[in-house]
């Protein structure tokens, strides 16, 4: 499976953006229990979002997961200057050989 | 409060052996499924090897037949040991669980393969 993410997205301050993350396998389900990473320059990425729609304790509540047209997605609400990064996804393929697969990542620029 | 501590990378040959060990605290190994991922300089994310639950494990066919994947339940740890290691392997290798609490990342250990 390969797995797809926009390669780069840009937001205005206060303003919102959905990231998307799609499988060449078909549409992606609950089923693959989509997670969502940050990745900060310089340092180790950060788990914002598990199973879809479920938050780490750190999950600033701007940010929310959901399926959205066959994809997950990542929605970024009232954008803020420290939320600029790369931002990858992960998808399981439970059963599957590789049962884990990441996205490329997408760079998001908040200008 | 939840820690995971990678350790044992370090400067190796083309062809050499290396031991990468997870600790983690505030959460238990054999209790998730525990992945190692590594990323190349300027590189995204890339999966490398799974050991879920109930023991079963899995790898990327970049390192399949090289490494391995185990866990010490005793210590809450999770290693890979990782032989025949090429020039491709040189990355920052990270520890990350997934399971009902969500995912937990270390700093990551950083492996070099130079000759």
């Known amino acids: 499976a390969v797995v797809t993410q926009e390669p780069s997205l840009t937001v205005s301050p206060g303003g919102t953006v959905t990231l998307t993350c799609g499988s060449s396998t078909g549409a992606v389900t609950s089923g693959h229990y989509p997670y969502w990473f940050q990745q900060k320059p310089g340092q180790a990425p950060r788990t914002l979002i598990y199973?879809?729609?479920n938050k780490q304790s750190w999950t600033p509540a701007r940010f929310s997961g959901s399926l959205l047209g066959g994809k997950a997605a990542l929605t970024l609400s009232g954008a803020q200057p420290e939320d600029e990064g790369e931002y990858f996804c992960?998808?399981?393929?439970?059963?599957?050989?590789?049962?884990?697969?990441f996205g490329g990542g997408t760079k998001l620029t908040v200008l | 409060e939840v820690q995971v501590v990678e350790s044992g990378g370090g400067l190796v040959q083309p062809g050499g052996s290396l031991r990468l060990s997870c600790v983690a605290s505030g959460f238990t190994v054999s209790s998730n499924h525990m992945n190692w991922v590594r990323q190349a300089p300027g590189k995204g994310l890339e999966w490398v090897s799974l050991?879920?639950?109930?023991?079963?494990?899995y790898y990327a066919d970049s390192v399949k037949g090289r490494f391995t994947i185990s866990r010490d339940n005793s210590k809450n740890t999770l290693n890979l040991q990782m032989n025949g290691l090429r020039l491709d392997d040189t990355a920052l290798y990270y520890c990350?669980?997934?399971?009902?609490?969500?995912?937990?990342w270390g700093q990551g250990t950083l492996v070099t393969v130079s000759s």
């Open positions: 990350a669980s997934q399971g009902l609490q969500g995912g937990y």
């Open positions: 199973d879809t729609t």
């Open positions: 050991i879920y639950t109930d023991g079963r494990t």
């Open positions: 992960l998808l399981s393929y439970d059963g599957g050989d590789p049962p884990r697969v």
